[in-house]
C-alpha cells in the first residue's frame, strides 16, 4: 500500500448563523493514499467544498486536524497556508476562474511568474502542459476564443504546473455538457494514473465519481460510507517524486510587475488614460490649492508683522439696534471719545495713538479744484488704509509726489493719480499744498463744501482719496446732523502702538479694563495660523478628490 498523503481526524467547520451555529462539517475522519483518486460525492450543502477549502488552505477548521505530507495545516501561520497552497495543492474550480485578457499559454504560466520562475522556463513547461492536455495547437487564444472544455483543459494545465502533491477538482464537469464533461473526467483520469498525481473530486454527480478509486459519500457534514478497500492504483507515483527544482519557492520578480503593468496599459489605452489624466489632475489641484493657501498666509503673515507685533486694535463696545428702525446704526454703549484717545496717549508704554473714522460707503462725493469737478470716494482715514484693507497680492500705494499722511495728522488730504487726472492735473507736484473743496450731497439733495489741503498724490488706479481724521469726523458730524458726534458716537476704531513688544500685554489688559474690545495683532496672527491650518487641510481634501474619483466605473 502506497503512503498516506492526507488525513483528517475528527475535522469540524462551525460557522455562525444569528444567534446560533450551523455545522457544515462535524466530526469528518478520512484518509488519502498518494497517488488516490478519490470522489467526494454529496448534495448540495453536505460540506464537499467546505472540506476542499480545509485541504487547499483557503479556510481553518474550528477543530480537529487536517494532516498533508505529515503537516498540519490548522496550526499553521498565514505565510505556512500561503506556502502550502503555492506548492503542494492544486485547484481546478466549476467556473475555470481564467484571467479574460491573457492566452492560454500565460494563463497557465501565471502561477509560476508569481513563484518568481524566470519567463523562459515557465513558458515552456506551461506548452508541454498544454500539449499533454490536448491543446496545443491553442497556445495564443484568450478564454472567449475557447469552448467550455477547452477552458477547463487551460484550468487543469494551470493547476498542474507547479507539480502539486495533491490535485484538487470542484464540480469540474458541472458548466459542461455530458460529452465534454466526461472528456475533462478522462484527462483528470489519464493524468491521475499517468503522472500519479493525488486527485479530489468533488461532485454530486454518481456517473462522474465512477471515475474514481474510491468514493466517499458525505451528508450534512458526516461522511456517510466509505470503502474499506480502494481500487488498484495505476503505476506508482512513488517512483517519479517530482524534482526540487521544479518546486517554485521564489517571488514575483520586478521584470513581471513591470511587463505586466506595461502590458495592462496598453490592453485598457482608454481607462488607463482618463486614470492617470484624473490622479494628474489632483495632483496639480492638491499642488495649487496648497500653493495658493501658503502664498496667502505667508503675504498676510508678512504684512502683519510688516505693520508690527506691536500695533493693537481698539473698538468701542457697540449697544443694539433700535426695534423701530431696523437699518439705523447701533449705537456704542462705550465710545471712543476725543477723552479716551489723551487718556491713552499718556499711559505708560504707548507710543502713539491714531483713532480711526469710517465714512458711509454710499456717500455721494465729489472734488473741486480750479472749475472743474471730479466724482470720488473717500477710502477712510490714513489710519485705515493698512495690509488689512487690501488683496493680500495687492501691493502697498506708493507716494508720487508730496509726502503720505501720517495716521496721527487731523488735516490733510492724499489723492490718487486717477483722481489728480480727473482734474486735469498732469504735474502732480502742482498739488502740494493746494486746497480742494470737497462737496458732499444728501439723498435730499442738500449740499456742503468741506475744504480740504492736498498733502501727496500716491500711485492708485482709482479715482479715491484718503482723509485726515479731524477732515473725515467733519464730515460725518454734518451728514449726521450730530455736531457734537465725536463726544456722543466717538470714533469707530483705534489703533495703539507700543513702544515694545513686551508692552503690548500690559497695555491690552489697560484698555480691555476701561471696558472696551481690544486684539493685538499677536492675537490676529495666531487666529490666521489657525484658520490657515483648516483651510490647508480641507483645501487638500479638495485637491486630492479629482485623483481618486472615477466616473467611468
Known amino acids: 500500500m502506497t503512503e498516506v498523503i492526507l488525513r483528517t481526524r475528527d475535522l469540524i467547520r462551525r460557522y455562525p448563523m444569528g444567534e446560533r451555529y450551523v455545522d457544515a462539517l462535524a466530526g469528518v475522519d478520512l484518509t488519502v493514499h498518494r497517488g488516490e483518486f478519490l470522489a467526494i460525492v454529496g448534495v448540495s450543502g453536505s460540506g464537499k467544498s467546505t ?3 480545509l485541504i487547499g488552505g483557503l479556510d481553518r ?7 498533508v505530507d505529515d503537516r498540519e495545516l490548522g496550526s ?4 505556512e497556508l500561503t506556502r502550502h497552497r503555492r506548492q503542494r495543492v492544486g485547484f481546478v474550480f466549476q467556473t475555470f476562474n481564467l484571467v479574460s485578457h491573457l492566452t492560454a499559454l500565460e494563463n497557465v504560466a501565471l502561477p509560476l511568474m508569481f513563484a518568481g520562475v524566470p519567463r523562459r522556463e515557465r513558458e515552456t513547461r506551461a506548452r508541454v502542459l498544454l500539449e499533454e492536455v490536448g491543446l496545443g495547437h491553442r497556445l495564443d487564444h484568450r478564454p472567449t476564443q475557447l469552448s467550455g472544455g477547452e477552458q477547463q483543459r487551460v484550468a487543469i494545465a494551470r493547476a498542474l504546473i507547479h507539480h502539486p502533491a495533491i490535485l484538487l477538482a470542484d464540480e469540474p464537469t458541472g458548466n459542461l455538457d455530458s460529452k465534454t464533461g466526461a472528456e475533462v473526467l478522462t484527462l483528470l483520469r489519464r493524468l491521475n494514473q499517468e503522472q500519479g498525481v493525488t486527485l479530489l473530486l468533488v461532485t454530486h454527480d454518481l456517473q462522474a465519481a465512477a471515475y474514481a478509486d474510491r468514493v466517499v459519500h458525505l451528508r450534512d457534514g458526516h461522511v456517510e460510507r466509505e470503502p474499506e478497500e480502494a481500487r488498484e492504483l495505476k503505476g506508482d507515483p ?3 517524486p517530482v524534482p526540487p527544482d521544479l518546486l517554485p519557492t521564489g517571488s514575483l520578480q520586478l521584470s513581471d510587475v513591470l511587463r505586466t503593468a506595461l502590458g495592462n496599459l496598453g490592453r485598457r489605452v482608454v481607462r488607463s488614460f482618463l486614470t492617470v489624466f484624473g490622479v494628474f489632475v489632483g495632483i496639480i489641484t492638491i499642488v495649487a490649492m496648497l500653493s495658493v493657501a501658503v ?3 505667508e503675504e498676510i503673515s508678512r504684512n502683519i508683522e510688516a505693520v508690527g507685533l506691536e500695533t493693537l486694535f ?9 426695534p423701530f428702525d431696523p437699518y439705523s446704526e447701533p449705537r456704542p454703549t462705550k465710545p471712543i471719545t476725543p477723552e479716551l484717545v489723551e487718556v491713552l496717549r499718556r499711559e505708560s508704554g504707548v507710543a502713539s495713538v491714531a483713532p480711526q473714522v469710517t465714512l458711509p460707503t454710499y456717500l ?3 472734488v473741486k479744484l480750479g472749475g472743474r469737478e471730479a466724482s470720488t470716494r473717500i477710502e477712510g482715514t490714513r489710519a485705515e488704509m493698512g495690509p488689512f484693507q487690501m488683496s493680500p497680492f495687492q501691493a502697498q500705494p506708493q507716494i508720487l509726489a508730496g509726502r503720505e499722511l501720517a ?4 488735516h490733510g488730504a492724499v489723492l490718487s493719480a486717477r483722481l489728480a487726472q480727473s482734474l486735469g492735473v498732469t504735474d502732480y507736484q502742482e498739488l502740494g499744498g493746494e486746497e480742494i473743496a470737497l462737496v458732499v450731497r444728501l439723498p435730499g439733495g442738500e449740499e456742503a463744501e468741506f475744504p480740504v489741503i492736498v498733502v501727496g498724490v500716491d500711485d492708485r488706479r482709482r479715482s479715491l482719496i484718503g482723509l485726515g481724521v479731524a477732515d473725515a469726523a467733519a464730515i460725518k458730524a454734518w451728514w449726521y446732523n450730530d455736531p457734537e458726534l465725536l463726544e456722543s458716537r466717538g470714533y469707530d476704531a483705534l489703533v495703539i502702538k507700543a513702544e515694545d513688544v513686551g508692552d503690548v500685554i500690559g497695555i491690552e489688559t489697560q484698555v480691555r479694563a476701561l471696558g472696551y474690545e481690544v486684539r493685538s495683532l499677536r492675537t490676529l496672527l495666531d487666529m490666521a495660523d489657525r484658520v490657515f491650518a483648516v483651510l490647508n487641510t480641507l483645501l487638500g481634501s479638495v485637491g486630492g478628490w479629482p485623483s481618486s474619483w472615477r466616473p467611468w466605473g
Open 51 to 53: 472540506l476542499l477549502h
Open 364 to 366: 455721494n462725493l465729489r
Open 61 to 67: 477548521p474550528t477543530a480537529g486536524e487536517v494532516w
Open 314 to 322: 481698539v473698538a468701542p463696545t457697540m449697544g443694539e439696534r433700535s
Open 238 to 240: 512513488s517512483d517519479s
Open 76 to 79: 499553521g501561520s498565514d505565510t
Open 295 to 297: 502664498g496667502v498666509e
Open 407 to 410: 495716521p496721527e495728522e487731523d
